[in-house]
């Protein structure tokens, strides 16, 4: 029965994300940060590696990242599905939904190892099944939910790859905290840093953790308990690097095991640290963005920026934050409801709930700072992760080996509405979308754009603004190039030398210029100047 559930969800998961993939138009990040250099790979072209810099290889460039904070690993997972399928929006966007599958399996796995962990601080027995009921409520809970569903569709435009790299993560790591054998450790490390140069972003909770389960493994050094029975290998043993006399299945590893660690971690951050040798990218970002960041966020107003951040939690959680898919839909229970069954959960089983949701205080504490602006994409990261503690919680309140059957029942009632909720919604939003086709920078009308300028000649139009380059290069399959001249130096308004970089084309009366609508300018004064 719980496979025949896990499968289901899966399904149901795919043919929700998988519907009109074509739609809403490609965005810019998706073309920028994956699409545009994977064409340029296949079809022999130039690659315009970031900052110009990247790896020599075969008399190319190969891209080490796609910008100062995002690494190019979408870049080479699109690779197989465009040459195999050819250059397209849906194409590309399959990548994005596989991802998000294996970011439900993986779920459904961490909260599983998560909950066998602290079963044996809690004396109850564990819970030993191929899929665990909370795991299944997790995905459960993800997999209708608007916000997981329409960012995996988009996944490259929110980098949603952080989200199993993350829960690779997690998932060994709470597994090394339970059986102590170093290669779940390593393991931990290893998606860890794989997460980081994903999306440097993923610090918010890889920081946290690090911190967490190294606490977590000192109290049991100090408070041992017996050792947990290792299903995949019988009785507990002891590994190699275990002391004498160690009790079976706690090794320590010491200085050697920690230096493999760190290795491991360092090993996928190589592009990064390569990159930035070559060109300071990330460093400099970060350097001159500190006080106050590109888009003008200030840093210090800690309490505005958690304002910000708070809203934001409570419209990913609820999923009305997908206006330029056509409409405003949610589900209004998700996020009080969520509260509420969090605090009581809490106090019923706190050992269940109290580190997860420090873990994610802590990775919204951290999300206060941005050197770009307080995007709520960025909350991709979170998502899964609060859903998640979510279904923990409903779990620990609603089905414990003390719960009357009317009290479950009323459990299953509560779950079967969050999850026709977010179904109504998603499917509202799809219906929205069908008549819309996207909005603002999600426009599908970025395709009879490029599809105008490609096949009436205009082989380099003049972008006054932000959003077409690497969109229309994609879209035409590389034969229009925009010329940018906009200039970088500043969202707010056109620096010094914007009115000598346009005169020259002013000059010819052909030339062709690209610009928005003046609500959805992003790099303002430019239409005006022009």
């Known amino acids: 029965m719980a496979r025949l559930w896990w499968a289901a969800i899966l399904l149901l998961y795919l043919l929700l994300a998988g519907y009109q993939l074509g739609l809403p138009g490609l965005h810019y990040d998706e073309a920028r940060e994956a699409g545009l250099n994977t064409l340029e790979i296949l079809t022999g072209a130039p690659i315009t590696a970031f900052r110009e810099t990247g790896l020599p290889l075969f008399g190319r460039q190969w891209p080490l990242m796609v910008q100062d904070y995002i690494g190019a690993l979408n870049v080479y997972l699109a690779l197989p599905f465009l040459g195999l399928t050819g250059i397209g929006v849906p194409n590309l966007r399959f990548l994005s939904i596989l991802i998000g599958l294996l970011t439900l399996i993986l779920v459904e796995r961490t909260v ?43 996944g490259i435009f929110v980098t949603n790859l952080t989200q199993p790299l993350l829960f690779g993560c997690l998932w060994q790591g709470i597994r090394w905290l339970r059986l102590e054998r170093p290669r779940f450790l390593l393991w931990s490390a290893f998606w ?141 229970v998700s996020f009080w409801g969520g509260i509420v069954v969090l605090l009581l959960a809490s106090f019923r089983r706190p050992w269940r709930l109290l580190p997860p949701l420090l873990l994610a205080l802590l990775a919204l504490a951290a999300s206060l700072f941005t050197i770009s602006d307080l995007f709520v994409t960025h909350y991709a990261l979170l998502h899964p992760l609060l859903v998640a503690i979510i279904a923990i919680a409903f779990s620990a309140l609603f089905w414990t080996n003390q719960s009357s059957a009317w009290w479950q029942r009323l459990g299953y009632l509560c779950v079967l509405l969050w999850f026709l909720l977010d179904l109504t919604a998603t499917l509202r939003y799809h219906s929205a979308l069908t008549r819309s086709g996207g909005l603002a920078d999600h426009s599908d009308a970025s395709y009879h754009l490029a599809y105008y300028l490609r096949y009436n000649g ?41 009115a000598a970089r346009l005169q020259p084309f002013l000059e010819n009366s052909d030339n062709v210029y690209l610009l928005h609508v003046s609500h959805a300018t992003v790099f303002a004064g430019r239409r005006e100047r022009f």
């Open 458 to 498: 205009f082989g380099a139009p003049i972008a006054l603004d932000w959003g077409f380059d690497a969109t229309v290069r994609y879209l035409s399959q590389g034969t229009v190039t925009p010329i940018e001249i906009f200039g970088y130096a500043s969202p707010q308004a056109p620096d010094a030398d914007f």
């Open 112 to 154: 599983s190892e998560w909950l066998r962990l602290v079963n044996r601080q809690d004396g109850t027995k564990a819970e030993v099944v191929p899929l665990s009921f909370s795991g299944l409520l997790a995905m459960t809970l993800l997999a209708a939910a608007p916000t997981f569903l329409f960012w995996s569709r988009q």
């Open 192 to 332: 860890g840093g794989c997460a980081l140069y994903a999306k440097l972003l993923a610090l918010w909770v890889i920081g946290p953790f690090v911190l967490l389960a190294g606490g977590w493994w000192l109290w049991q050094r100090k408070n041992p308990l017996p050792a947990s029975p290792d299903t995949e290998g019988g009785q507990p043993r002891p590994h190699p690097a275990a002391p004498r006399g160690h009790p079976p299945g706690r090794g320590g590893g010491g200085l050697s095991l920690a230096l493999a660690t760190v290795i491991v971690f360092l090993l996928p951050l190589l592009p990064l640290i390569w990159f930035n040798i070559e060109s300071g990218g990330t460093f400099s970002a970060i350097a001159g963005n500190l006080g106050t960041s590109y888009y003008g966020v200030n840093n210090l107003a800690l309490w505005s920026n958690l304002g910000t951040r708070l809203v934001q939690l409570r419209q990913v959680l609820q999923g009305d934050h997908l206006w330029y898919l056509g409409g405003i839909y949610g589900n209004p």
